[in-house]
């Protein structure tokens, strides 16, 4: 009886451990704005975020570790609606003594009606990756505004990402 009590505590424990980990996971505090100014009526708004599915120490035996982090560049009207937004998530391996962008890929959108995206495109050199893209604005009078935008992320050899 006492065998049968303690391994059905052990399963709620465990199973309980697993849910609030996995609560956790999903839920984090991961978005950081780290750079905002006023353009053309709107506010042009920079942001990181982490993604947690893959940022750990894959490599236990050795001293790499990866993570993987997106930055974001977008343009906000006054209201705090998106009009376009570009980002760059990039995976990187770091062991204090470099970095390395392992992988990259870019997104770009336009939910605002009178902007587009003619084209985007990422790379990655060294310890950096960067997203590129063409967005295109028709004001008001028909006018068409080419804007070029791109944003880079980097990855210290301590795994400081920016």
Known sequence: MKKNLFTYLLILIMVFLATSLTVSAESPQNYEIIDRFYEDGYYIETSISTNYETSSNLHTLSNTKYITKTKTISSKNASGNVMWSLSIKA???YNG????CTSCSHSASAPG???TIKNASSSKSGNSATA???IVHK???GVQNIYTRSVTIKCS???TVS
């Open 157 to 159: 050899a301590n795994g």
């Open 113 to 115: 009606k009178t902007w």
């Open 91 to 93: 995976t990187f391996s």
């Open 97 to 100: 003594k470099n970095a390395v």
């Open 132 to 134: 590129k893209a063409t």
């Open 139 to 141: 004001d008001v009078s």
